[in-house]
């Protein structure tokens, strides 16, 4: 059974690393009510549907180690405050997606605590246990590397036991072993209980490709067609992302039992784009990543992102440059798919690994005291000495916020830049390896799109057969430049012209 779509897919989504987006009660810590103060924010911004970090029971301060699926941290309020979350949210027409932890827990989660008193624990089958002898026979003992874990050695002890548990990302993250029918049927009354109890509109799946081990890697699709099939029974139309940070060729068939998965090849080619000010035949790449996702998916959602709370975030990796900053928001922004911007990148907040400096404070004011900005981690890289704050950002037309608001806008009222479902595109060819053109296809309303990669001025002839995009939707240009045979584009400017006029909301 393939995923039924939601009646109502956002345009854009937003990310929040609950802790750090906005403290309501002076604690220090971002919390549940301060999201719901911050709705009004969010809905001029654009948002229609918010991305929750995990806000389950945990003993790290990122939550991705839960001890209570279903339970609310208390850092960050109660159960009446997520369901009061939620009501706002929908008031404003936004969706909201809750993370959720499938591939482990906590190894303080009580399941793990009676998993560890012995073999004979009915628990134990909840968890991966081998014996060290067992795990050099299979080789297992040590992993590669890959891009969402650098755990080498990722089996563990547990003092006294005969057995090794086995945790991919860190021994405190003891992975679930979904063999137990009795484990899948927890995880059912889990997806139950968010679902239809409290009423959320769908889940943000991490690790989705890690939830069997390696040696048992095939099984995965089994399990996402199980979650699937509990979602489509329990509330047909809940949204389902994934993370599977991998190329396209592994992505493309977890799209069979899944809406959307996160597109991390775009992410990193966005990146070295407009780094290196030189395309990669991407909208090519595109056309290819579509072809791979369709036959398993005809309904795919691509979701598209600059970076997340995984990434060193775009206005580091761009050196704070503005317009490079601008730039990458303008390629996000007008490429197809469901884009999500990582809270602070709409206002250009830096930040590079180790993960807690990707995850700093957001800078609502100008106040080095400001009550709403949270302090659990002293801010490394967005600092009021390094990025601007909101409150002054939103005076100013040509700050990245405006920038931000205004492209959100354009991308929502253009019934060609509005589409989700479908991807349409089609390669604009350039001999010119500095800039990236494309079109974005419509019946009655297509657009060009152009953006000047480089730090001279371009001049681009325009093909014959684009003559008829005349009208300026959107530009950054200082100036808006004449459109004629070519257009002139500043540097690292970028265009999106019509061939008629588009209503555009003031």
């Known amino acids: ?23 309501s009660n002076g604690d220090g810590v971002g919390d549940i009510n301060g999201i719901i103060s ?13 991305w929750l970090t995990p806000i389950h029971p945990a003993p790290s301060y990122h939550k991705y180690d839960p001890v209570d699926y279903l339970g609310i941290e208390p850092e960050f309020g109660t159960m009446e405050d997520f369901k009061r979350l939620l009501s706002e949210a929908h008031k404003r027409n936004m969706v909201v997606y809750l993370d959720l932890i499938v591939n482990h827990s906590s190894t303080d989660h009580p399941w793990f605590v009676e998993a560890s008193k012995g073999k004979d624990n009915p628990y134990r089958n909840f968890y991966w246990w081998l014996s060290p002898e067992k795990i050099e026979e299979l080789g297992l003992a040590e992993r590669q590397t890959s ?15 005969p057995e090794k548990y086995y945790g991919l990302f860190w021994k405190g993250m003891p992975d679930l072993n979904y063999s137990s029918d009795v484990l899948k049927g927890e995880l059912e009354k889990i997806i139950t209980f968010w679902l239809t109890e409290v009423g959320i509109d769908g889940f943000r799946l991490d690790a989705a490709r890690h939830i069997y081990p390696i040696w048992e890697k095939e099984k995965n699709h089994e399990f996402w067609k199980f979650f699937n099939d509990v979602v489509q029974k329990v509330k047909p139309g809940s949204f389902t992302v994934a993370e599977v940070w991998a190329e396209t060729w592994e992505v493309a068939p977890y799209l069979e039992n899944l809406n959307a998965t996160f597109h991390f090849d775009l992410s990193f080619a966005l990146q070295r784009i407009v780094i290196q000010g030189k395309d990669e035949n991407i909208v090519q790449q595109l056309l290819n990543s579509y072809e791979q996702f369709r036959p398993h998916n005809p309904e795919f959602i691509d979701a598209i992102m600059l970076t997340n709370h995984d990434q060193d975030r775009i206005g580091s990796v761009v050196a704070n440059h503005l317009e490079k900053i601008k730039l990458a928001a303008c390629l996000l922004l007008t490429l197809p798919g469901q884009p999500y911007i990582y809270y602070g990148e709409e206002i250009g907040m830096l930040g590079t690994k180790p993960d807690p400096y990707i995850r700093e404070p957001f800078l609502w004011s100008d106040l080095a005291d400001d009550p709403q900005k949270t302090n659990w981690l002293h801010a490394e890289f967005s600092t009021l000495k390094t990025v601007i704050p909101l409150v002054k950002q939103e005076k100013d037309s040509n700050s990245i916020f405006n920038h931000y608001k205004k492209l959100i806008a354009v991308r929502k009222h253009s019934p060609a830049l509005a589409q989700i479902v479908n991807p349409n595109l089609e390669e604009v060819e350039s001999l010119d390896d500095e800039i990236i053109a ?46 004629g045979d070519s257009v002139e584009l500043a540097p690292f400017c970028s265009i999106i012209l019509s061939k008629s006029a588009i209503q555009l909301p003031d």
């Open 1 to 23: 059974m393939q995923p039924a779509l939601p009646k109502f897919i956002p345009h854009v989504c937003y990310e929040i690393f609950v802790r750090s987006f906005c403290d």
């Open 438 to 483: 494309y079109i974005r296809t419509h019946e009655t309303s297509p657009v060009l799109i152009i953006h000047n990669l480089n730090e001279h001025v371009k001049n681009i002839g325009l093909p014959p057969s684009k003559k008829d995009f005349r009208n300026v939707l959107f530009s950054t240009c200082s100036e808006i430049p004449e459109i």
């Open 147 to 161: 891009d969402d874990s650098d755990e080498v050695y990722p089996w563990h002890i547990v003092e006294g036991d």
């Open 38 to 50: 911050k709705l009004d924010y969010l809905a001029e911004l654009g948002i229609e549907g918010i």
